[in-house]
């Protein structure tokens, strides 16, 4: 078994701090995007959309997509439960790791890429579809800022993967120039909490 990994990418992060948290240990293997290694031939037959993390099995399969990774580890290893204990816990942090996804983490990586001097010449980039993007984020922040008035972590008592997906998000956030406003002291809380475990930094 082997990961297929960007060190510095938001979605490899979700897994490695998924990993941590669990206590297991996989093989990984840095992919080189910076050189284009995931656009050349050998790791598009590994993964046709070009992208990390990929978990390669024993037996060839390959599993993309972040949150399929970390639901075949929480599978096998279900101590301690990431993804819930019981079906409403686990409806729940469904719930809230897609919204993570949808409203709070992708708005942060649309504005990246089009705001950012990185992705000039490598992405085509609308200056006016990133400000939107981080409009619609800081939004979604000041949102969840009201949620974590009430709970200590996204879905509830537990640290969970919704966490891992906002935290992750939130960082590429804080790293790209839409950090978490100061007056927002719910998420901020948590932000600090979140990122002083020992799995942060993964
Ligand atoms: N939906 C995928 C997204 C994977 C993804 O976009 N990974 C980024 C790094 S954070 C990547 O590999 N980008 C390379 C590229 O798009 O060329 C997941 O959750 O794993």
Redesign the pocket.
Known sequence: MKLYD?KA???????RIFLAEKGLSVPRVE?D?PGGE??RAHYLAINP?????VLELDDGTHI????A?CRYFEELHPNPPLFGANPLERALVEMWNRRM?LEIARPL?EAFVHLSPYWAGKREQVPEAGKLAQKTALARMAWLDGELATRPFIAGERYTVADITAQCGLLLGKNTGTPIPAELTNLSRWFAEVTSRPTARA
């Open positions: 960007l990418g938001t979605n490899p992060r979700r897994v992919v995007m995931n656009r959309m070009g992208t990390m993390p993309a997509e972040s949150i990774i996804e990586q």
